[in-house]
Nanobody, 128 residues
């Protein structure tokens, strides 16, 4: 059974940092591109970042560039999203997802339809 489990969310203040984790079981994460998405109340789910399986190429939504970093530890079968200088507009439920045959360069905008396996999400709330 393919499963992704996110963790690491919480309530933080503006300017704080968080590191979200996405642990995979039932499949080898190394073979898949990993995407981080988020969904704020009343809004559509949007792509935040993506990392390729082949060479670790990454891309980021413009509003998080320079603040968020996506990474993967294939030995631990886990992906991460390091969030720094967090802003109130980053408040959302964050989801990780695995997608097959994707290359996450700057020309690709993560699309939910391209990712077949999803976690249950972890809440990030930014409030002073």
């Amino acid at each position: 059974q393919l499963q992704l489990v996110e963790s690491g969310g919480g309530l933080v203040q503006p300017g704080d940092s968080l590191k979200l984790s996405c642990a995979a079981s039932g499949f080898v994460l190394d073979y898949y591109a990993i995407g981080w998405f988020r969904q704020a109340p009343g809004k559509e789910r949007e792509g935040v970042s993506c990392i390729s399986s082949s060479d670790g190429t990454t891309n980021y939504k413009d509003s998080v560039k320079g603040r968020f970093t996506i990474s993967r530890d294939n030995a631990r079968n886990t992906a991460y999203l390091q969030m720094n200088s967090i802003k109130p507009e980053d408040t959302a439920v964050y989801y990780c997802a695995a997608g097959d045959s994707l290359y996450c360069d700057e020309t690709y905008s993560p699309d939910t339809r391209d990712f077949g396996s999803w976690g249950q999400g972890t809440q990030v709330t930014v409030s002073s």
